[in-house]
């Protein structure tokens, strides 16, 4: 399933799916060093950014290609508490702060000085405008979504969510069902809609794809890694008392169990695969072990750690045969982006567009 998918669409992320930082989360479960069989970080292609608005807020990404484009807006009367008008759509102040409120729910706050928060609001309401064009084509082109596969992603969606978990999240959004049930809709429809006009099919050569290669080589290239676990206690003494324990044979993952204070305890301690600087200076104590090797204590503003070396995953840079199947696949959703800004930004140009700009001032 697509990741765009599994966030719930602008609502919230999936509360399964942490993403671990140094020393504060449990570990991934499906363990395995960075570089075994996986490609480069995604760059992203911006053809699905129009309804996946947290990056772009904060990140500005898109910022210069749309409000660019949104400079052709006219400022015109409208009716009264309605911020723009798009064909012969109109966007209410109230749809404006519903929006913008999901997303002071899933950020905490917005930014606090004026010229931000200001860029913010109009780069996030070029976005509602994107949305509302691309849904008019899919009319205008007759492309909907059948119940059936509405229900078959609600399901897949709601896998990610333990109990009650997933009604709860919505119910902390203040929405219904059937309104975050009419935006998943509304996504899944913009996807035909992008999927049709802004698809790459041509041939990709093998020169291009080469030179990609080199560019970006180290996208391929990953250090040295280990696959460590951790016992941390809040004493130098317990610490001590603790790896004699070991030293004599006692199960690590069980101790960490019981005397670990830390939230990988849950795991046994492990902490997945981690490069040199990814982790705390402490933890290149690491390192230094072999495999099955048991440090000494070390000092941390953590606490006192001791680590075991469980696998250890040599530098390595994937070879070009290894990886140019995911390059040309990379090439070709660059290329259908390129497509798909070349005909936003034409739809855009045609389409009348307009702003009360003083209204967006009392947006909230």
């Avoid at 608005?53 to 052709?72: D, E, F, K, S, Y």
């Avoid at 996030?124 to 992603?153: C, P, W, Y």
């Avoid at 902390?172 to 509304?186: A, C, I, P, T, Y």
């Amino acid at each position: 399933m697509r990741k765009h998918v599994r966030s719930l669409y602008l609502l919230f992320s999936p509360m399964n799916h942490p993403v671990r930082r140094r020393n504060s989360e449990l570990p991934p479960r499906g363990i395995k060093p960075r570089g075994a069989n996986e490609g480069p970080p995604s760059k992203g292609n911006g053809m699905h950014c129009w309804f996946d608005w947290r990056p772009i807020m904060w990140i500005g990404l898109l910022i210069v290609a749309l409000c660019t484009m949104g400079c052709q807006k006219e400022e015109v009367n409208l009716p009264q508490d309605t911020l723009a008008q798009v064909n012969e759509e109109l966007i209410t102040l109230e749809e404006f702060n519903n929006e913008l409120r999901d997303i002071k729910l899933e950020h905490g706050k917005l930014p606090e000085d004026r010229e931000s928060l200001d860029q913010l609001k109009t780069t996030f309401l070029d976005q509602i405008i994107n949305r509302k064009l691309i849904l008019g084509e899919a009319r205008r082109m007759n492309i909907h979504v059948s119940e059936e596969e509405i229900n078959k992603t609600i399901l897949a969606l709601k896998r990610d969510y333990a109990g009650e978990s997933f009604k709860a999240t919505l119910e902390n959004r203040g929405m219904s069902f059937e309104q975050w049930k009419r935006r998943l809709r509304e996504k899944l429809i913009a996807e035909k809609v992008i999927t049709t006009v802004a698809q790459f099919d041509g041939p990709i050569d093998d020169k291009s794809v080469k030179q990609y290669y080199e560019e970006h080589i180290e996208d391929y290239s990953f250090p040295e890694q280990v696959r460590a676990r951790q016992i941390v206690v809040a004493t130098v003494e317990e610490a001590k008392a603790i790896l004699r324990r070991l030293r004599k044979g006692e199960d690590f993952v069980k101790l960490a169990k019981e005397k670990s204070m830390m939230p990988e305890r849950l795991y046994g301690g492990d902490l997945g695969f981690f490069a040199r600087g990814e982790m705390p200076e402490a933890f290149d104590e690491v390192f230094s072990l072999k495999v099955g090797g048991l440090s000494k204590v070390v000092k941390s503003p953590y606490g006192y750690h001791i680590f075991k070396v469980e696998e250890k995953a040599e530098a390595k840079v994937r070879g070009f045969d290894e990886v140019k199947d995911e390059i040309a696949h990379q090439i070709r959703k660059k290329k259908s982006g390129e497509i798909y800004h070349n005909w936003l930004s034409e739809l855009r140009a045609k389409a009348k567009i307009k702003v009360n700009k003083q209204l967006l001032e009392y947006t909230h």
